[in-house]
């Protein structure tokens, strides 16, 4: 009878420790997924604030160039250049939420986490492939609207060419930055991998 009873007691024991580490596996994931979890929420951030702040600050650039004797056809075509490029930044942020919008870092796989962030690089990367594109349609476009407002000498010409350079640098870190955004990200989401 002792050794019966013992048995049940070591087997009751043996099914709190089991739920005890169960427990504490899962609050282990939970607090080591709160830093990759943060990253996302920002980079959810920015496909918001992109979607969004790009045709405001568009709205606000050529809002003073908006007057009765400025609509020409050179006025309407820069505006179409400056669409084509705010279009494709809004979709491509907007593909960006939604993939995003996918990743479950409690509840999916961590295989399954880092394919839903290998998608999201993909279409973040695919619209930088084309950043130097859109940012020389966007910079001639503005070029072509306020084209009558500007005098062209030295000074001028030398402030066009700083701000090409600044652009072509400017991308060059941004890419850079988020690259590297991601590969931690994912590091992060792997670690996590040793504790599903």
């Not at 003073?64 to 400056?82: E, Q, S």
């Not at 960006?96 to 919008?101: A, P, Q, V």
């Not at 839903?116 to 619209?127: D, T």
């Not at 503005?142 to 060419?161: M, P």
């Amino acid at each position: 009878m002792e050794y019966e009873e013992l048995q049940a007691l070591w087997g009751a024991y043996d099914k709190k420790l089991d739920k005890l580490e169960k427990l504490n596996r899962k609050l282990l994931v939970e607090t080591l997924a709160r830093k990759p979890q943060k990253r996302i929420n920002r980079w959810l951030f920015r496909s918001i604030y992109g979607m969004l702040v790009g045709p405001v600050v568009i709205g606000v650039v050529l809002s003073p160039f908006i007057r009765d004797g400025n609509l020409d056809v050179w006025f309407f075509l820069g505006c179409l250049l400056i669409l084509f490029v705010v279009v494709s930044l809004v979709v491509t942020y907007y593909k960006g939420y939604l993939s995003l919008r996918k990743v479950d870092l409690l509840n999916d796989p961590v295989i399954d986490s880092v394919k839903k962030i290998n998608v999201f690089r993909s279409i973040l990367f695919e619209n930088l492939n084309y950043q130097y594109f859109l940012s020389g349609i966007l910079f001639l476009g503005l070029l072509v609207i306020i084209w009558d407002d500007i005098y062209f000498d030295t000074k001028t010409i030398s402030f066009l060419v700083v701000l090409v350079f600044v652009l072509i640098v400017w991308t060059k870190r941004k890419v850079k930055m988020n690259l590297n955004s991601l590969e931690k990200l994912k590091t992060e989401i792997l670690e996590l991998e040793e504790y599903e």
